[in-house]
Nanobody, 125 residues
Framework: VQLQASGGGLVQAGGSLRLSCTTS????????WGWFRQAPEKEREFVAA????????YYSDSVKGRFTISRDNAKNTMYLQMNSLQPDDTAVYFC???????????????????WGQGTQVTVSS
């Protein structure tokens, strides 16, 4: 399974970006897909996740109300709409997918089996 993230770029504070994540291979059974981010010299942190079957979503407190995660089952694609971006949102954003087993937590990167290559998001002040 290969995931491909795209849509990153440079934006001014207060601006918006939409990230996409898709799989280049055959569709596969997955409990949930998610977004994580990693800023320089910081650990990778959870951003948002979505259950693939029913669309239930989960967000970190730092992005709740500003970011929206969604998915298109027919296209095997996940999106992250990011509004009101701030310099603290600057990071490499990774998409990830779980296997078919439902996890104990949607927030832990260890629960995700497949990872994309990351896309850079830079927010200038």
């Amino acid at each position: 399974v290969q995931l491909q993230a795209s849509g990153g770029g440079l934006v001014q504070a207060g601006g918006s970006l939409r990230l996409s994540c898709t799989t280049s291979g055959r569709p596969f059974a997955s409990a949930a897909w998610g977004w994580f981010r990693q800023a320089p010299e910081k650990e990778r942190e959870f951003v948002a996740a979505i259950q693939w079957r029913n669309g239930v979503t989960y967000y970190s407190d730092s992005v709740k109300g500003r970011f929206t995660i969604s998915r298109d089952n027919a296209k095997n694609t996940m999106y992250l709409q990011m509004n009101s971006l701030q310099p603290d949102d600057t990071a490499v954003y990774f998409c990830a997918a779980m296997g078919s087993r439902y996890p104990s937590s949607y927030y832990l990167n260890s629960e995700y089996e497949y990872w994309g290559q990351g896309t850079q998001v830079t927010v200038s002040s």
